[in-house]
């Protein structure tokens, strides 16, 4: 059963913007958290940024505070990646990824084993 479908990735040049959507189906219980990981070829997969649902708090990794922003449309349970000044190392498969488990208040969530559910993911290509 498909939990979360991504769309939005591309080829863009070193600069442009892009933003990619993920919209989860789970209705009766949603998410606690919904977040986004990336992965480079020949590189681990890495936390990016994610936002609990309910209170709309963020946390992003260092490598792109300031250059990317999640949003969260709540009533069409889809989660935003919006990507500003891009650069050739942002190019990787990006990834949704959502919590079903109940969360704590000390949690920052990155760690791919504390998601439930992920996306098939979609690429972004930076060109320098």
């Known amino acids: 059963q498909v939990e979360l479908v991504e769309s939005g990735g591309g080829l863009v040049q070193a600069g442009d913007s892009l933003t990619l959507s993920c919209v989860g189906f789970?209705?009766?219980?949603?998410?606690?958290?919904m977040g986004w990981f990336r992965q480079g070829a020949g590189k681990e997969r890495e936390f990016v940024g994610n936002v609990r649902w309910r209170s709309g708090s963020l946390y992003y990794a260092d490598s792109v505070k300031g250059r990317f922003a999640i949003y969260r449309d709540y009533v069409k349970n889809t989660v935003y990646l919006k990507m500003n000044s891009l650069k050739p190392e942002d190019t990787a498969v990006y990834y949704c990824?959502?919590?079903?488990?109940?969360?704590?208040?000390?949690?920052?969530?990155?760690?791919?084993?504390?998601?439930?559910?992920w996306g098939q993911g979609t690429q972004v290509t930076v060109s320098a």
């Open positions: 789970r209705r009766t219980f949603g998410y606690s958290v």
């Open positions: 990824a959502a919590r079903a488990r109940g969360i704590g208040s000390t949690n920052y969530y990155t760690l791919q084993e504390e998601f439930d559910y």
